[in-house]
């Protein structure tokens, strides 16, 4: 993957919140806390990974399923979009 | 969605089995049927649907993506089969 | 699966617009619709599915879990609500 | 959620996994490791939060929809079974 320093810095960020979340599970685990607890926050850490696959997966889409340094305006940007949707929806 | 006559009559075929699927679920529920038989169709009914799903994304990501008449090669194969891939695991 | 005439009514109403959204997606396919209309069909099938499915699983949790008759109070009602919370998560 | 010693110690060793199949992630993400490598790995991660999710749902029902102490027998093996065969399903 390459980006620019800014969107590296958010994709860390992001992995770091989620490192975070798994660490809260382990620490609710480890204290017996109830499984509401539990199951709640593995839920969110599910969601959070599903944001970070779908941020990647956009990167992709739009960075590498065509090389626009030798094929210029060749991604058809309205048919990504729509990918992206349908990615989205399943990511959910 | 430009297909040939083959293709369209495969996305046809699996989309009437999905309706027979669905048709099942319909007389199971009317017929009162017990909750395992029912939560059974509905499992298998989303499977086939999901199925359907990944290859309608396939073909739009293989013809649509980029115009192949006006830009040749210019789909990078590989990162749309690692796409590809993906999208699978997330269907499933 | 045993209902009141009401919720079978309402269960078989449900399933009847899947059935619906169903033949809308092989109408689409035969029409040849752009792939944006049928993923937008598909995911739109798949989401009324899960959210029968949601249905099935709560009458399922609150019916057969315990048989009320033979042991009435035993189900813990908030444990049973905590479940469902995590399947409807999942389920979307 | 209360757990013989056994039990909690495998589901810490699995939560532990998953931690370290996010620092995996941070480190991909941090080296700027191509797209497919990323996608990879965060599948694999949803995978093993997928699974502890199966397994806190499983003791959940077993443990806490009915009060054993209380209510000896009254949770219904066959249809608690048939729930979490539902649930494996939609969180694969």
Do not use: F
């Amino acid at each position: 993957m390459t980006h620019t320093t800014r969107e590296k810095h958010k994709l860390l960020a992001r992995v770091r919140r989620i490192r975070g979340q798994v660490e809260a599970i382990e620490r609710a685990l480890d204290a017996e806390s109830d499984c509401e607890q539990v199951m709640h926050l593995i839920a969110g850490a599910r969601g959070a990974l599903a944001g970070l696959m779908a941020v990647v997966v956009e990167d992709h889409v739009r960075e590498h399923l065509v090389d626009a340094e030798k094929h210029p305006g060749a991604l058809n940007g309205e048919a990504a979009e729509q990918l992206l949707e349908v990615v989205r929806t399943y990511l959910k």
